[in-house]
């Protein structure tokens, strides 16, 4: 079984941009937000994807990603995935031992700024960088599946 363990955290400032050791834009949808299997058409830079992700249990849940060619994709994200599609630009930044995923919002989640880092286990500790603000791990509201259907634009309280 493929176990995602991941912790996310809001981003207090743009630090990281310096830091960082690759920038790629990300394209994505989503073909089912069903909670028990959410299923995601991605393309990131000259590459596509489908993923399959099951419950979210504490920080973990189980993750199922393949490689699809990119015109599918594409087709799939202009013919099949639900409306509310995510774009987002994702910087690498390496730090005390792990890559953190720090992802741009663009579009309708524009000014939305959110880092994850993955861990080997839920008890792991991590050394935090500069540029991480409050931990929204739990907070469903951050899961991309949930911003292409109601986009930060269109929150009340941001934060």
């Not at 493929?2 to 920038?23: F, H, M, Q």
């Not at 399959?52 to 920080?59: A, F, P």
């Not at 700024?113 to 409050?134: N, T």
Request: some cysteine.
């Amino acid at each position: 079984m493929n176990l995602e363990i991941e912790r996310k955290y809001r981003v207090t400032d743009r630090s990281y941009r310096t830091g960082a050791t690759r920038c790629t834009y990300y394209k994505q949808g989503y073909l089912s937000t069903n909670p028990a299997a959410t299923v995601r058409i991605r393309i990131a830079g000259g590459q596509a994807f489908i993923t399959v992700k099951g419950t979210t249990t504490g920080c973990s849940r189980q993750e199922y990603e393949y490689p699809i060619p990119v015109a599918d994709a594409a087709a799939m994200l202009d013919g099949l995935c639900q409306s509310g599609l995510i774009e987002k630009k994702r910087y690498l930044y390496p730090y005390a031992g792990h890559t953190w995923e720090v992802d741009e919002f663009m579009g309708d989640n524009e000014g939305l700024v959110v880092a994850e880092v993955e861990l080997q286990s839920e008890s792991e500790s991590i050394a935090l960088p500069p540029f991480i603000g409050r931990e929204v791990t739990g907070d469903s509201r951050y899961y991309n599946s949930n911003l292409a259907k109601t986009p930060y634009r269109d929150w009340v309280e941001k934060e």
